[in-house]
């Protein structure tokens, strides 16, 4: 269905005396958007749920730096609607089905000088998408981004959960004031454990932005498809609550050089009554562009471990010199020798290769080649090795910052895994960027990050990648871009001053996982950190059982196992909860949410009628009752659960944990007690 | 012989209160160096030629942006001072072995927080070199330059040779004032033919920079063996007439992230009272590392033709939807039929690759793969074509500034030239740099032309770079790069407004000919140029006789004939010459120049008894007395003239030649008569 109304003789006609206003209704009438072309030509949106409009009109344009010109006022030249439903499968994910059903309302809008700009709006049941869109044509070819100058006007002062507005970072706690109380760059002073920051004012704070009416609506702002463009950051107007975006600039200060036809990334607003339908939605990757990669048969979820948290807690390091290093050829063998014991796809190795002992923070160019190994690490040996026992080891190629260099030897890295057996590879991009004046969040890296998954595609390689821009979805797109840090990661325990919080994993699957998983490497299971540096006060603030339950809350196709061998090996009957936990599913039921507090997630196995159940708390204890209605009417069930034992609280007693079985059918309703900073997983196995 | 003075104690008990001073002349004992340590800490120079000062107490030092500090104020820990007296052979070269014949002196400095500084002097018989040398130490290990402070301190107000000092571009015409008159702003607002310029400020030139003082000393300022750091401008004080180091910024104003141990490139002062001496002088490849390629076999110096003058003069366009694209299969048969016909070694192919739609001017990233071929040019077919006839492609590899994904395809593209006989690579950066905020002249470019070197090598490719930073005497360490543009070439003749002036050519071999070779692309045979656009005003400025001598005066291993068949099918007796001119010689003499008006150059073949002569002359007809007196005794040569004939004039009449044949002996002298904006060039056949 396709509709197409012509305006070009009606706006002649009218002169433009009177505001011309379209609505458009998602498919269940409960999201109502509204465009207005003003006399003026001011183009506005707005947008109600349920009768009630959350966003006020708030104004559409973009500012150009060449051709110098301001896109704020136009004519209606067309308005297209239709309706989108129809049904795809992703690659691997949550469910195993995704359905895209969507009113679409296009405005094609002409400028003064003629230059054409297309406003796109998908409206679902969960919320609504926008972009613009500059379709080829004779008056603009190249351009230059000054500025864009999208509103989203919220109606009040709603509770936000927020971090800073940074050029470099997204590694921070959140913060949960109403936005009329918001101080990023307070907030940011406080964050010393983050190496680099570049804030950008008090009052711009991320995408996803997770919000919270008086009224127990549920608001969240994001981008999807995020692609050739600079991340979007949010301008809050503390007394209007408008929020203006902000895109991040490059070195001499623009913000995208595009050339017609472009599209934009989608705006991105989920709304609803029910918290849990935030977690639920699937629409960020309905509005991203199917998979670009047709043979996608060597792209698999993978659970593995890694020489890594050693380095972390001072065990070990990651350079050489210091006469401790980790990645020598026989300590990554004992790694390969749990991974395989115990069932892990995988073996991450960082610090493998020369050039640790002067890395990040000189914004030095070359640093590492991805080609040569440390004299203490064989990778011919580890290599064979790895094949005899079925484990991969999984690259690492930190990039200290220095992306041009990586660029350079990008093609010999890949050719470097593929000679040794790899096939998934951990980039990280610690330290200020180069080129020099370039940010994590530009157009230039946001460029850069896409380019890695595809000549990773090439290479038949998967990708996850830390410290890059925010997630936006790209996941559909590029199936072998596994997952991502781009959040504070469960590594954050380690650090030096904040560390992290209970509720941190309550809030981060309403912010950072919107766009797509995360590579949080839960599974500590020793919590004092300072056993190998005494100077360590930071320590894991979970107990053990939400260490496992967040393999199912916080969903990712990449999960590792964080710890090292010798502490899973002191709860081999916990970590069976690992090694048994799927990473690819056919279902999944967000039963419980409230950002901040609890989430509880239960999934269906890929291929598999076995269920697993994750719920965890924030620093809070809590009671969490279980409905299994989610089961397969008549079937009968093992479960086992593992959940927080007498006394345990993540401060006073985190290893306090209890194993339990029992029969569960999907009449079964539990009651478990979690604890501060507490949590719990069962595994549901059809007998 | 070396000599070390410790002067630890000896300072540390004078206590700093007098100056100290040390003095060092040349092996000819014509130029003394003379250093000064004030009691203030403050470190100068002065340099005098034959008892005559011309460059006065001149002070040193450095400006650090981290660690933050002025490196200004030293004490003197040693002095060293050394002879070195060796010769060496070049690859290939003007001369087939080289004399480096210096006196050394390096001073080591300490500042107050203990960072050690060498300053380290060459004093050869032709001036003076100095450098910076930051050893291993404890106290700076990464630092970043804020500014080098480096000052020459000019005797007077001389008459220089100047161009604009430029972030960008080298492309200017020469200005010939006295110091006092200098300005380079006014100088660049004159020239609309240079598409990118980043003028510094009035009083900012280039080196190399030619001076001329008014009793007849020649002095010449330029830098030798640019590596890892930026281009050096000078600053000019117009009423002091020193000239202070201005190095090129980064993206964010940075000048050099080093390390140490470093060294900065010399800072050259070549001086004599016979310009001849300029020219001949090997002080600036003598301060050059010898060649890291060890295997050299495959480096050829060679004559081209080229697909390309007839895209710059209109007949075709390097793009194909104009209807005219130049190179497709059966035009470049006919130039690959031309150059086996004729004896050229290589027929460079411009606009053979899909991209030029859309090149530069738009600061556009991914223009140019430098792997695909337009559909109507067959790679494969060429390939065996130029192999059956004995001649090589040359590869055109425009980067369009966009310097990123050049990179991204370097690897690529070399191997596609190596997979289809191609060894010699003429690359180009026209426009902005990418990474945006870099410039041609920055650290991070002067570092990418090196790799490109580096790189080329590793492939066996030699290249030649057009709109690259000045060079510096880097084709001895890397004998693959053949040679650059980096200066206003011959196809300036065809810009459409100031063009070229016949001066120019008697100005290049005293500044941009200082650092390395030029790919001038001389051989232009037709004058007018309006013949395929009759919207072009300009035209060549020389006659076609000395079109010819230009292929002695301007040496490079790589020549050009710059016109195409058509053009050099109407003179084959005088295109004899260009097919005759070797491209590698045993030696040279300067027989007679004076900047700005003429010089006259004798060259033997390498390996061959036979001598080349060129004479050129500026915008006035003068006769040059040719001594032969450089020929072997008692032999016997054949000289076939090709001189300006009855009437010739750069702007009447370019075409009017004539060729003489005559037998020479070493006894002989002639007078010949250049026209204006003429020239004549000899071959000298041995008998």
New interface residues.
């Given amino acids: 269905m396709k509709k197409t109304l012509l305006l070009g003789l009606l706006v002649a006609g009218l002169g433009g005396a009177h505001a011309q206003t379209t609505t458009v209704a998602s498919p269940d009438k409960n999201i109502v958007l509204k465009t207005q072309l003003a006399a003026n030509g001011t183009v506005s949106y707005s947008v109600s749920y349920k009768k009630n409009t959350f966003v006020e009109p708030s104004t559409l344009g973009f500012s150009l730096s060449r051709p110098k010109t301001m896109l704020t006022q136009f004519s209606l030249v067309s308005i297209d609607s239709s309706t989108v439903d129809e049904t795809w499968r992703p690659v691997w994910g949550e469910v195993n089905q995704i359905r895209n059903h969507y009113k679409a309302l296009t405005l094609t809008l002409k400028d003064k000088a003629g230059i054409v700009v297309k406003v796109a709006f998908r409206v679902f049941n969960e919320g609504v998408g926008f972009r613009y869109e500059f379709p080829k044509q004779e008056h603009l070819n190249?351009f230059?981004v000054a500025d864009e100058l999208t509103q989203i006007n919220l109606a009040g002062d709603y509770k936000a959960f927020w971090i800073p507005g940074d050029y470099d970072t997204n590694e921070y706690l959140y913060n949960t004031t109403p936005l009329s109380q918001v101080d990023a760059v307070a907030a940011a002073a406080k964050e010393t454990d983050i190496a680099l920051k570049s804030v950008i004012g008090p009052n711009v704070i991320q995408v996803p932005l997770m919000l919270k009416n008086p009224t127990g609506m549920y608001v969240n702002l994001h981008e999807a498809a995020l692609v050739n463009y600079p991340v979007m950051h949010l301008a809050l107007d503390k007394k209007t609550f408008t929020l203006t975006s902000h895109l991040v600039p490059?070195?001499?200060g623009?913000k995208a050089?595009l050339?017609t036809p472009f599209t934009t990334p989608w705006r991105t607003i989920n709304v609803s009554d029910k918290a849990t339908d935030i977690l639920a939605s699937k629409m960020i990757l309905n509005l991203n562009e199917p998979s670009k990669i047709t043979d996608v048969s060597w792209i698999k979820p993978q659970k593995f471990i890694g020489m890594w948290w050693e380095m972390h807690v001072g065990k070990a390091t990651w350079e050489k010199a210091s006469g401790k290093h980790g990645a020598n050829t026989a300590n990554v063998k004992t790694y390969i020798d749990f991974a395989a014991q115990h069932g892990f796809d995988g073996v991450l190795v960082e610090g493998w290769n020369e050039g640790w002992e002067?890395w990040f923070g000189?914004?030095?160019?070359n640093v590492f080649d991805f080609i040569t190994p440390y004299p203490d690490y064989n990778t011919k040996e580890l290599t064979d090795y790895a094949r005899q026992k079925g484990v991969r080891i999984i690259m690492h190629h930190e990039t200290s910052g220095a992306v041009?260099n990586y660029?350079?030897w990008?093609?010999?890295a890949f050719r470097y895994m593929q000679d040794n057996q790899m096939n998934t590879v951990k980039t990280g991009y610690v330290g200020r960027i180069i080129?020099?004046?370039?940010h994590h969040d530009g157009q230039?890296m946001v460029?850069h990050y896409e380019?890695v998954a595809q000549k990773a595609a090439e290479y038949k390689i998967m990708v996850e990648a830390h410290e890059p821009a925010h997630p936006t979805g790209l996941h559909r797109t590029y199936p072998n871009w596994l997952a991502n840090e781009a959040a504070r990661g469960n590594e954050f325990n380690n650090a030096p001053k904040l560390g992290l919080v209970p509720e941190h994993e309550t809030i981060l699957p309403f912010t950072r996982l919107m766009g797509g998983p995360m590579d949080y490497t839960p599974g500590f299971f020793h919590f004092q950190l300072n056993q190998y540096d005494a100077s360590r006060t930071t320590r894991v603030r979970t107990t053990l059982a939400k260490q496992l339950a967040l393999y199912v809350t916080m969903y990712s196709p990449l999960q590792m196992a964080g710890d090292f061998p010798e502490n899973f090996n002191k709860h081999l009957d916990a970590f069976q909860f690992i090694k048994d936990v799927p990473v690819d599913w056919d279902d999944t039921k967000v039963l419980a949410a409230e950002p901040g507090d609890f989430i509880t997630i239960a999934r269906k196995a890929k291929g598999k009628p076995n269920w697993f159940l994750g719920a965890i708390s924030d620093e809070n204890a809590r009671t969490s009752v279980l409905n299994f209605d989610f089961l397969e009417e008549g079937a009968t069930y093992q479960a086992t659960i593992y959940r927080d034992g007498e006394g345990a609280d993540w401060k006073t007693n985190p290893e306090a944990y209890e194993i339990e079985k029992m029969t569960v059918t999907n009449k079964t309703t539990l009651s478990i007690r979690l604890a501060k900073g507490g949590g719990c997983a069962i595994s549901i196995i059809k007998q």
């Fill in positions: 190249h230059v490059d070195a001499v623009n050089y050339q002067d000189n914004w030095k160019e041009t660029e350079r990008m093609d010999k080129p020099r004046g370039e230039w460029n380019r």
